[in-house]
Structure formats: structure tokens, C-alpha cells
């Protein structure tokens, strides 16, 4: 199980620099949005269009190492009063369930993503092609899959010691 963790380690950490680049990105489209606007009279066309889809992708791709780091919220203040064979239990649910919204979510965005890319879908001021974006939050999606699959496989081993 090292090895698998250390690979899905890897590649949330290489999606979560790419969200990084795309944060700056996103900043620098922005700044030079403004000073072309105000310098020049000549702002960016598109600039809305632009910030809307790379903080998505930003967004999907930053999801799996938030998960590997514990970082997204968690109300437990409830469970932590059970016994430790019912928190285990509750958080072994928790785990079977999560994998199974963002699995599911990410072969649904994937095929949505697919039809976008059959319809040419683009978007209305740049004509940018959409479907490259929806890939990408899909593969964010698959990712925080998998960072949660590796959860389960720890709370399984903690629940069995």
C-alpha cells in the first residue's frame, strides 16, 4: 500500500501546482486586464470567460491534495463522543459513500465533457472549446476518488488492527 500512496501523493501534488499556476495565471490575466484598460484604453476581450475557466480548473484540480491533506471541513463534534468501533464504523461509511458521489460525478462530468466535445460546444465571446475544461475538473474529480479510496484503505486497516 506504500507504493500506492506515495503514487496518488504524487499526483495530487502535481494537480495542486497546476491549480497553483492556474491561480497566477488567473491574477496576471486580471492585472494586465486592468492596466491595458486604463493605460492603453485596450482591455483583454474575453477576460471573464478566461478567469471563469481556469478557476474551475484550478478548482477541480486542487480538490484531491485538499483531501489528502485532511483539509476540507469535517463536523465530527457528534461521533466523537461514540465509542472508537462506532467512529471507525461511521467514518468507513463516510468514506463508502464519498467515493461513491465523487466516482460517480466524475464519469457523469467525463461524459458531459464528451458530449461537449461532439457538439463543439464553445464558449460565447472567445470561442474557446469547453470540453477541455469539463476534462479536466473530471480528472480532479477521479483524483479526489482516489485519494479517498486510499482513506478507506487506512480506516479499514485501523478498524481490523
Known sequence: MNKASHWIKEISQHMNNLAGVCIVAVMLLVVSNILLRVLLHRPVLGTYEYVNM???VA?????????????????DFIIQRCSQ????????????????????SAWYVAKY?????DSNTVSPTTQVPLSPVVYLIALGL???SLVLALRLSQSLKRAFR
Open 85 to 104: 468501533k462506532i467512529q471507525r464504523t461511521v467514518d468507513i461509511i463516510t468514506h463508502i459513500i464519498s467515493i461513491s458521489f465523487w466516482s460517480a
Open 142 to 144: 477521479l483524483a479526489l
Open 54 to 56: 481556469i478557476t474551475a
Open 113 to 117: 465533457a464528451q458530449t461537449m466535445l
Open 59 to 75: 478548482i477541480g484540480l486542487s480538490l484531491a491534495y485538499c483531501a489528502y491533506q485532511n483539509g476540507h471541513i469535517a463536523v
